[in-house]
């Protein structure tokens, strides 16, 4: 909005810096950052008073756990609210990208708001079933692979090699969509400690900051050999409100958790790193950066898969992080060395700029 306004009236000066992305991109993770440490405590009483007994806790999870109990979920509805705010205050908003990152950062947090509702008021931890859930963000990943694929084309790039593609034509769509579903639910799977997907959301979040501001300048895109996306360079400042608020709600997250982000915030925010990734053109880097969500989903295909069929457990328990835990590991150590991993893969992702 403040954009638009200061290109309809040619702004001089100092107020001219709106027009720049470096400067919204920073103007964007403070205003989030200000509104979520802000809203935060007031926002965690409502939810207290309005859940009672919190977010339920597995029975058959690690003993640990068990103390969390009381503990309110839906703490993603502060990350949401921050973020969206800061979308519509910094972003350009003629931007087809940012209404389609917009559709599914909210259509996912949506979805996964009725999950959370419905386990707080069932008290049980299942929630919607899978198949409905999968569904709903399947309708939102389309729309915005739709909305996205309209301003890019249909290949899908590969990293290290510099233009080199795989042209997937109309197949390109479904692509998309499966990303940006995988790297919903990844995330929400890797949410299961306190702070575990919140760091590494930020880290991936900095990352594709710097991905899509130089996917989006042609001179950086031709330099590097990567592809070139006009105006992708705006999502650097999603990316950047992603930061801002991620860093406001991991303030309150910080062991012990004085709210849980819940589905609200998890499917969003990796369903948004799951668009920005489509709409920059760096799909398979996506893979990369975010591996440890990766991990985490595949311990469970493989935990569900090999189980099913031999009924032995190939990890104690799954996601990887409930491995860890049943080995013994403290809480606070899992999370910490999961994030030491985060950064090295957003390091070698960030090296897939250059080397090709």
Known sequence: MLYLIAELFDFPGLANLIRYQTFRAGAALMTALVIGLIIGPRFINM??????KGQPIREDGPKSHLAKRGTPTMGGLMILIALVIAMLLWMD???PFVWACLAVTCGFGVIGFLDDYDKVTKRSHKGVSARSRLLAEFVVAGIAAWL???????????????????PLGP????????????AGNAVNLTDGLDGLATMPVIIAAGTFAIIAYLAGRVDYAHYLGIPHVPRAGELAILCAGIMGAGLAFLWFNAPPAAVFMGDTGSLALGGALGAIAVAAHHEIVLGIVGGLFVLE???????????????????????????????GWAEST???????????????????????
């Open 334 to 356: 899992v999370v910490i060395r999961f994030w030491i991993v985060s950064i090295i893969l957003a390091l070698v992702g960030l090296s897939t700029l250059k080397i090709r």
């Open 297 to 327: 989903a595949a311990s469970v295909i493989i935990q569900v898969a090999v189980f099913k069929r031999t009924g032995k457990r190939v990890f104690r328990m799954a996601p990887i992080h409930h491995h860890f835990e049943q080995k």
């Open 93 to 95: 908003l003629t931007n």
């Open 171 to 182: 197949f390109y769509y479904v692509f998309a969509a499966v990303v940006i579903v995988g």
């Open 47 to 52: 939810l207290r008073v309005r859940q009672g």
């Open 148 to 166: 996205i694929v309209s301003q890019i084309n249909t290949h899908l790039y590969v990293p290290f090699l510099s233009g080199r593609y795989i």
